[in-house]
Each structure stands twice: as structure tokens, then as C-alpha cells.
């Protein structure tokens, strides 16, 4: 059986994959997001796998703030993401560099239409703010550009632990998931 640091490994090559490819995709269908937009992160729907947010749960552990980060997800009672910045001054998210897969994605990948085919999927800021760089965009896609394709990453994602990667539930949900599974492994391991 795969040990939870190889998983961990694992997943953040999936995430240094995606963001080689978001990257891509950008920069040849010329979209960004609006500057200090975090718009995305406000919705109250947002689903996540535990697994896409192991590596964040392992960094918390290894940075002594996993129990703390467990105590204030028990305490929340927001839908919004606990990571959320929500002070006037600052801006984005508290966990950047080891936020999940789907914070990764949003924005800058694809659904797929009944046949298969990709279809760029816009935030709402930018068909809003800038409707003519979301429709360009979305006409590269048509047009045959590369697009990461979401249902694709969370295949790869699932090949890697099909119970948890298969698993979506709210994003505190899920956060707090990876949390609890990194903390009991780790005590398990202290106490054997
Ligand atoms: S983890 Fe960070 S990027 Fe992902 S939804 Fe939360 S605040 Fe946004």
C-alpha cells in the first residue's frame, strides 16, 4: 500500500502539473485574472476532494499548526473557505502555494460538452468584467487550443487514492478531512 507521504508526493506533482498547464493556457488564450480578485474563493459551493489538499494538511503538520487550523475549522460556521483572507487590507489566499487542486483549476480550465468535447469554462468576473477576452478564450478552445480539461486531473487524482480522490464534499469539509487524516497518522506513528 502507498504510504501517506508517497501520496502526498504525488499529489503535488499532479498540482506542479496543473500549474504548468494553467499556465499554458493563459498565456496562448491571453487571459488573467482581474488584479486582486479573489471572487472565486467567495462562492458557497465549493467541492473539493481530502486528497487534493493532503500536501497542505502534511506542510500544516510539519509547521506545528495542524491542531490549531482543526480547532478553528471545528469552530467555522461560514461556507465560504476558511483560507479566504477577509480583512479590508489583505487580499487572496492565507495557503497559496498549497491550495487545492480545484483552486488551481477554476478559471483557466475546461468542461467537457455531451460528446466529449472541451469547453473553456469563464469565471464570472470575467465574462462580466471583460466578456470579449472570455469569449476569445473560449474560441481558442473551440477552435482546438490546449485547455486543461478538470475531469481529466481528477482522474489522475483518483488513480492516486480512489476513496479519497473520488470523495467531494464542501472545501472546509474537505480541508479539515486532510487534516484529521495527516493528524492520525502521525499519532498512530508517535505512539507504535
Ligand atoms: S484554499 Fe485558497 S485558493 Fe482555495 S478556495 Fe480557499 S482561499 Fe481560495
Same mark, same amino acid.
Given at each position: 500500500?502507498? /504510504?501517506?507521504?508517497?501520496?502526498?508526493?504525488?499529489?503535488? /506533482?499532479?498540482?506542479?502539473?496543473?500549474?504548468?498547464?494553467?499556465?499554458? %493556457?493563459?498565456?496562448?488564450?491571453?487571459?488573467?485574472?482581474?488584479?486582486?480578485?479573489?471572487?472565486?474563493?467567495?462562492?458557497?459551493?465549493?467541492?473539493?476532494?481530502?486528497?487534493? %489538499?493532503?500536501?497542505?494538511?502534511?506542510?500544516?503538520?510539519?509547521?506545528?499548526?495542524?491542531?490549531?487550523?482543526?480547532?478553528?475549522?471545528?469552530?467555522?460556521? &461560514?461556507?465560504?473557505?476558511?483560507?479566504?483572507?477577509?480583512?479590508?487590507?489583505?487580499?487572496?489566499?492565507?495557503?497559496?502555494?498549497?491550495?487545492?487542486?480545484?483552486?488551481?483549476? %477554476?478559471?483557466?480550465?475546461?468542461?467537457?460538452?455531451?460528446?466529449?468535447?472541451?469547453?473553456?469554462?469563464?469565471?464570472?468576473?470575467?465574462?462580466?468584467?471583460?466578456?470579449?477576452?472570455?469569449?476569445?478564450? $473560449?474560441?481558442?478552445?473551440?477552435?482546438? $487550443?490546449?485547455?486543461?480539461?478538470?475531469?481529466?486531473?481528477?482522474?489522475?487524482?483518483? &488513480?492516486?487514492?480512489? /476513496?479519497? $480522490?473520488?470523495?467531494?464534499?464542501?472545501?472546509?469539509?474537505?480541508?479539515?478531512?486532510?487534516?484529521?487524516?495527516?493528524? %492520525?497518522?502521525?499519532?498512530?506513528?508517535? /505512539?507504535?
Amino acid at each position: 500500500m502507498i /504510504s501517506l507521504y508517497h501520496k502526498v508526493q504525488k499529489v503535488e /506533482s499532479l498540482q506542479k502539473s496543473v500549474d504548468k498547464d494553467t499556465k499554458v %493556457f493563459k498565456r496562448h488564450a491571453c487571459i488573467e485574472c482581474e488584479s486582486f480578485c479573489a471572487e472565486c474563493c467567495r462562492y458557497n459551493d465549493v467541492t473539493a476532494t481530502s486528497l487534493e %489538499f493532503l500536501p497542505f494538511a502534511w506542510h500544516a503538520y510539519k509547521l506545528g499548526l495542524l491542531e490549531q487550523w482543526l480547532e478553528d475549522l471545528e469552530k467555522n460556521e &461560514s461556507q465560504q473557505c476558511i483560507f479566504l483572507r477577509q480583512d479590508a487590507d489583505k487580499w487572496g489566499c492565507k495557503i497559496y502555494p498549497v491550495r487545492g487542486l480545484i483552486c488551481r483549476l %477554476f478559471g483557466f480550465s475546461a468542461i467537457t460538452d455531451k460528446n466529449g468535447r472541451p469547453v473553456y469554462a469563464a469565471c464570472r468576473i470575467l465574462k462580466q468584467h471583460r466578456p470579449e477576452t472570455a469569449s476569445r478564450a $473560449g474560441l481558442y478552445v473551440v477552435g482546438g $487550443g490546449k485547455v486543461p480539461v478538470i475531469s481529466t486531473y481528477y482522474r489522475r487524482l483518483a &488513480s492516486i487514492d480512489p /476513496s479519497t $480522490g473520488n470523495d467531494f464534499m464542501p472545501i472546509n469539509q474537505a480541508i479539515k478531512k486532510a487534516l484529521e487524516i495527516v493528524y %492520525f497518522h502521525c499519532l498512530y506513528r508517535e /505512539s507504535a
